[in-house]
């Protein structure tokens, strides 16, 4: 695949800015590039979904049309988002076989015949439970492997993937790395696009660095390390973690909250843990180890069964996430779009919306002071270095960090004494990931609690003073200090919870 | 108004296919505008005389006022990211309620008018409790609860009361008691206001566009969700309540199902609404220009001596084009 000098821009600002890339079969071609630097726009162009202004793509030397989905999938691309766009209800085969051509007998879907492509596809990503597997049942990772046997049963010769290791665990992963490697073996062209940098270098054969729409790097596998990568991406050196940074909270003091024999379900037994005032306290683990169940019901989303919780050592009622909130608790959550973020909203919208009643004109009666509301968003933008171009520009513009800053800053100003971030840095640029850690550093000494949730372990690394690292529903481990390490917290993750000597926090 | 949100800083890059984009958002934005002044304009140039007099104007706006205040109190609901499909049966039954408790309870005048409105705000209570509580689909709720209205209010008065009904009721929308302006326009004036005030200007206004922007995000914002909502609802209901008890007024007698036909162009005003200014948003001045749109379309084609089939004609039409122009209003908005 040629791509030549394709542009597009949207609104008179430049998404992509004659951008040149070479994609060759059986290779698996690496994009990287901070938030807005053009890797989506390039993908969409690719896919049809968007048309550029200019440029062209060629595949095998012929020209694709501009803005066709159809054009574009039947050249044999295949596109894999972050958002996998399965049917939830439909099972895996139906999935695959969506939009597809199938077999019929008297008019019905003949789903044996029609299956055969898809079964072979299946078997060649090595898809293990059954395709009748209704997709709602299945994990993240099984998910990405649907999607794929469904690109594979459409032959397709290059498979874009978006960020497909952001909700995947670290053996996942790796399934999915072996199966990319296959795959390309196979001849099928691979474009890999992650914020995951080791990642990239250690899969991809090669790597294109988007910045500003414009490619500003190219290079063969082995010709760059991290650093030079990371330098590539944002134009200068990232901070490598010290230890001597962090933070080692008194604790001999009282906790500012804790945690004591929470159980809900099957997803969290038993987890007891304080938090001090200063630190920052992070939850390593793999997905599904129950920590985000465990944020929702510190934040009052859901109910535990049995346990209690203290803030300020007072025992602590939630009855919803209102009340955690009146409590003083907070969750950024991991889904930033679905869950966070009022899209049609503005910026200003999005920040007050918590602290509307310290905005009234006058107390007690319920109107808004827009002077007020106008000065306590600016303050928060600037406090933050939130990049808009105003308090009363839409939310729905801003990148991935700066929105998810401004989910941080609906916080500051509410009388929050427990921020719980799930994944602050999820789809986040490296520049800005940057800044939302010193934002939750800042916070952490000024006396906020803070607990943040993190499947990223380099993430955990940077950012925590102390880890304790979840699995399958229980607190496994606890590292302070320089144990703080990549390495460990991936060892514990691993560590079966029954070989543990009980070091519960 | 809300500060207008800002537009992108740079003019649009001078290509054709920019333009064409630039023309539909206008379009989407201002079209309903613009197709309003055109109406005007269109009327007044072929029936000058009619069209373009005080008397008319005045006879449109008060056509106007009750549409309006039933639109308005649908604006909310669906600003929380809700439907009612109760309002028009809410209305007939409040408005035969509120002449039955004068002519056969014999309550007095305010007492009679007080009960109405807050039976209608409780029925919106009572649909608010379904839909956040029961968590039934709210066009399955309100389109129940209206259907039991209708049966209700035929249990209480099979036949149109008209008798008994006291001379100030019905002069509460004949009299003009500010401006010369009927009592209706007045009341409407007030109510919208009112409306728009709570809806741009108050917590619980923020609060009901937060709710319709992202329910989990504002759930996560520690906005107590389900108190919103029933409190659109409630709304919806006593401005369908204050429609009906007008209506009632107007007509000199409480009559079945009088004011089911107001649920359409309810929808129609509020869809077309939702296209003016603001991509696919739902606000209370976009509301009024919806209805504005229909009232002005009902009297062109009177004036114009359509037959009456026509009506529903314009207004399903209207309707559809509303609610499409709002889909696509919301998808460039979407794009942008």
């Given at each position: 695949?040629?791509?030549?000098?394709?542009?597009?821009?949207?609104?008179?600002?430049?998404?992509?800015?004659?951008?040149?890339?070479?994609?060759?079969?059986?290779?698996?071609?690496?994009?990287?590039?901070?938030?807005?630097?053009?890797?989506?726009?390039?993908?969409?162009?690719?896919?049809?979904?968007?048309?550029?202004?200019?440029?062209?793509?060629?595949?095998?030397?012929?020209?694709?049309?501009?803005?066709?989905?159809?054009?574009?999938?039947?050249?044999?691309?295949?596109?894999?988002?972050?958002?996998?766009?399965?049917?939830?209800?439909?099972?895996?085969?139906?999935?695959?076989?969506?939009?597809?051509?199938?077999?019929?007998?008297?008019?019905?879907?003949?789903?044996?015949?029609?299956?055969?492509?898809?079964?072979?596809?299946?078997?060649?990503?090595?898809?293990?439970f059954p395709l009748d597997a209704r997709v709602s049942d299945l994990s993240v990772a099984e998910r990405w492997l649907v999607m794929i046997g469904k690109a594979l049963t459409r032959d397709a010769s290059m498979i874009a993937m978006d960020e497909p290791t952001a909700s995947l665990s670290e053996p996942e992963s790796e399934q999915l790395f072996a199966i990319i490697r296959d795959l390309s073996a196979q001849g099928v062209a691979i474009l890999y696009v992650s914020h995951r940098l080791e990642e990239v270098l250690r899969l991809c054969d090669r790597i294109t660095v988007l910045r500003d729409g414009r490619v500003v790097g190219e290079a063969e596998r082995g010709a760059l390390n991290k650093k030079g990568l990371v330098r590539a991406i944002i134009g200068h050196d990232v901070r490598t973690p010290d230890a001597s940074t962090r933070f080692a909270a008194d604790r001999s003091k009282r906790p500012i909250f804790s945690a004591r024999d929470i159980a809900w379900k099957s997803a969290v037994k038993g987890v007891s843990l304080d938090l001090y005032r200063g630190e920052v306290l992070a939850l390593g683990g793999l997905i599904g180890a129950g920590r985000t169940e465990l944020a929702h019901l510190i934040a009052g989303v859901t109910r535990p069964d049995a346990g209690r919780f203290e803030l300020d050592g007072k025992p602590l009622e939630i009855a919803d996430e209102a009340g955690a909130v009146r409590a003083g608790i907070a969750l950024v959550p991991e889904e930033r779009r679905s869950q966070g973020l009022m899209l049609q909203q503005s910026v200003g919208?999005?920040?007050?919306?918590?602290?509307?009643?310290?905005?009234?004109?006058?107390?007690?009666?319920?109107?808004?002071?827009?002077?007020?509301?106008?000065?306590?968003?600016?303050?928060?933008?600037?406090?933050?270095?939130?990049?808009?171009?105003?308090?009363?520009?839409?939310?729905?513009?801003?990148?991935?960090?700066?929105?998810?800053?401004?989910?941080?800053?609906?916080?500051?100003?509410?009388?929050?004494?427990?921020?719980?971030?799930?994944?602050?840095?999820?789809?986040?640029?490296?520049?800005?990931?940057?800044?939302?850690?010193?934002?939750?550093?800042?916070?952490?000494?000024?006396?906020?609690?803070?607990?943040?949730?993190?499947?990223?372990?380099?993430?955990l690394a940077l950012l925590a003073d102390r880890v304790l690292v979840m699995r399958e529903g229980r607190v496994t481990g606890e590292l302070t200090g320089a144990d703080i390490t990549e390495a460990r917290i991936i060892e514990l993750s691993y560590q079966d919870a029954n070989d543990e000597e009980g070091d519960d926090a | 108004m809300r500060a207008e949100v800002a537009t992108p800083k740079d003019a649009p890059l001078p290509r054709k296919s920019s333009w064409k984009r630039t023309?539909?958002?206008?379009?989407?934005?201002?079209?309903?505008?613009?197709?309003?002044?055109l109406m005007v304009v269109f009327f007044s140039i072929n029936a000058p005389g009619i069209f373009l007099s005080r008397a008319n104007f005045l006879n449109i706006l008060s056509q106007a006022s009750l549409t309006a205040i039933i639109a308005s109190g649908l604006t909310y609901t669906l600003v929380v990211g809700e439907f009612d499909l109760s309002i028009g049966y809410v209305a007939s039954f409040v408005g035969l309620i509120v002449t039955g408790l004068m002519a056969y309870e014999g309550l007095p005048i305010w007492l009679s008018i007080a009960c109405a409105l807050l039976l209608g705000a409780g029925i919106g209570v009572l649909n608010g409790l379904l839909v956040t509580k029961v968590r039934i689909n709210a066009v399955i709720s309100t389109l129940g609860i209206?259907?039991?209205?209708?049966?209700?209010?035929?249990?209480?008065?099979?036949?149109?009361?008209?008798?008994?009904?006291?001379?100030?009721?019905?002069?509460?929308?004949?009299?003009?008691?500010?401006?010369?302006?009927?009592?209706?326009?007045?009341?409407?004036?007030?109510?919208?206001?009112?409306?728009?005030?709570?809806?741009?200007?108050?917590?619980?206004?923020?609060?009901?566009?937060?709710?319709?922007?992202?329910?989990?995000?504002?759930?996560l914002s520690g906005i107590r969700v389900d108190r919103i909502k029933i409190f659109a609802f409630a709304t919806a209901g006593f401005c369908a309540?204050?429609?009906?008890?007008?209506?009632?007024?107007?007509?000199?007698?409480?009559?079945?199902?009088?004011?089911?036909?107001?649920?359409?162009?309810?929808?129609?005003?509020?869809?077309?609404?939702?296209?003016?200014?603001?991509?696919?948003?739902?606000?209370?001045?976009?509301?009024?220009?919806?209805?504005?749109?229909?009232?002005?379309?009902?009297?062109?084609?009177?004036?114009?001596?359509?037959?009456?089939?026509?009506?529903?004609i314009f207004k399903g039409g209207i309707l559809v084009l509303a609610v499409g122009m709002s889909a696509l209003a919301r998808r460039y908005a979407a794009t942008a």
């Amino acid at each position: 695949m040629r791509i030549r000098g394709l542009t597009k821009s949207f609104a008179g600002e430049l998404a992509l800015d004659h951008a040149d890339l070479d994609i060759e079969r059986g290779k698996v071609h690496g994009l990287v590039g901070a938030n807005g630097a053009g890797k989506s726009t390039l993908i969409r162009c690719l896919a049809g979904v968007t048309v550029p202004d200019a440029g062209s793509v060629a595949i095998a030397g012929e020209e694709l049309q501009r803005g066709s989905p159809q054009a574009s999938e039947r050249a044999g691309l295949a596109f894999i988002h972050q958002e996998l766009n399965l049917i939830p209800h439909f099972n895996a085969l139906q999935n695959m076989l969506l939009g597809a051509p199938k077999a019929t007998r008297f008019g019905m879907i003949d789903w044996q015949r029609s299956g055969v492509a898809a079964r072979a596809a299946a078997e060649r990503v090595g898809i293990r439970f059954p395709l009748d597997a209704r997709v709602s049942d299945l994990s993240v990772a099984e998910r990405w492997l649907v999607m794929i046997g469904k690109a594979l049963t459409r032959d397709a010769s290059m498979i874009a993937m978006d960020e497909p290791t952001a909700s995947l665990s670290e053996p996942e992963s790796e399934q999915l790395f072996a199966i990319i490697r296959d795959l390309s073996a196979q001849g099928v062209a691979i474009l890999y696009v992650s914020h995951r940098l080791e990642e990239v270098l250690r899969l991809c054969d090669r790597i294109t660095v988007l910045r500003d729409g414009r490619v500003v790097g190219e290079a063969e596998r082995g010709a760059l390390n991290k650093k030079g990568l990371v330098r590539a991406i944002i134009g200068h050196d990232v901070r490598t973690p010290d230890a001597s940074t962090r933070f080692a909270a008194d604790r001999s003091k009282r906790p500012i909250f804790s945690a004591r024999d929470i159980a809900w379900k099957s997803a969290v037994k038993g987890v007891s843990l304080d938090l001090y005032r200063g630190e920052v306290l992070a939850l390593g683990g793999l997905i599904g180890a129950g920590r985000t169940e465990l944020a929702h019901l510190i934040a009052g989303v859901t109910r535990p069964d049995a346990g209690r919780f203290e803030l300020d050592g007072k025992p602590l009622e939630i009855a919803d996430e209102a009340g955690a909130v009146r409590a003083g608790i907070a969750l950024v959550p991991e889904e930033r779009r679905s869950q966070g973020l009022m899209l049609q909203q503005s910026v200003g919208f999005n920040i007050n919306i918590s602290t509307l009643k310290k905005l009234r004109s006058i107390p007690g009666l319920p109107f808004v002071s827009d002077r007020k509301a106008r000065h306590q968003a600016e303050a928060l933008v600037a406090d933050l270095g939130i990049k808009t171009p105003g308090v009363a520009a839409k939310i729905a513009g801003l990148s991935g960090g700066n929105q998810q800053k401004a989910l941080i800053a609906r916080w500051l100003n509410a009388g929050t004494k427990l921020l719980i971030l799930d994944e602050p840095s999820r789809g986040v640029d490296i520049g800005a990931r940057e800044e939302i850690h010193d934002a939750i550093r800042t916070l952490a000494r000024s006396g906020v609690g803070i607990l943040v949730i993190s499947s990223d372990v380099e993430e955990l690394a940077l950012l925590a003073d102390r880890v304790l690292v979840m699995r399958e529903g229980r607190v496994t481990g606890e590292l302070t200090g320089a144990d703080i390490t990549e390495a460990r917290i991936i060892e514990l993750s691993y560590q079966d919870a029954n070989d543990e000597e009980g070091d519960d926090a | 108004m809300r500060a207008e949100v800002a537009t992108p800083k740079d003019a649009p890059l001078p290509r054709k296919s920019s333009w064409k984009r630039t023309a539909l958002i206008w379009l989407s934005r201002y079209g309903t505008i613009v197709g309003l002044l055109l109406m005007v304009v269109f009327f007044s140039i072929n029936a000058p005389g009619i069209f373009l007099s005080r008397a008319n104007f005045l006879n449109i706006l008060s056509q106007a006022s009750l549409t309006a205040i039933i639109a308005s109190g649908l604006t909310y609901t669906l600003v929380v990211g809700e439907f009612d499909l109760s309002i028009g049966y809410v209305a007939s039954f409040v408005g035969l309620i509120v002449t039955g408790l004068m002519a056969y309870e014999g309550l007095p005048i305010w007492l009679s008018i007080a009960c109405a409105l807050l039976l209608g705000a409780g029925i919106g209570v009572l649909n608010g409790l379904l839909v956040t509580k029961v968590r039934i689909n709210a066009v399955i709720s309100t389109l129940g609860i209206g259907t039991m209205l209708t049966g209700i209010g035929f249990t209480y008065s099979a036949f149109p009361i008209a008798t008994g009904i006291p001379r100030a009721f019905t002069d509460i929308s004949l009299g003009r008691l500010v401006f010369g302006l009927p009592n209706p326009v007045i009341i409407m004036v007030v109510v919208l206001v009112a409306l728009w005030v709570i809806l741009n200007k108050t917590d619980i206004g923020q609060k009901m566009q937060a709710v319709g922007s992202n329910l989990e995000a504002s759930r996560l914002s520690g906005i107590r969700v389900d108190r919103i909502k029933i409190f659109a609802f409630a709304t919806a209901g006593f401005c369908a309540a204050l429609t009906g008890t007008l209506l009632s007024s107007l007509l000199g007698s409480g009559t079945l199902a009088a004011a089911d036909g107001y649920l359409l162009d309810a929808f129609a005003a509020v869809f077309l609404g939702s296209a003016t200014l603001r991509e696919g948003e739902f606000h209370i001045s976009g509301t009024l220009i919806g209805v504005l749109i229909l009232a002005v379309g009902f009297n062109g084609l009177s004036i114009f001596g359509a037959p009456t089939h026509f009506q529903p004609i314009f207004k399903g039409g209207i309707l559809v084009l509303a609610v499409g122009m709002s889909a696509l209003a919301r998808r460039y908005a979407a794009t942008a």
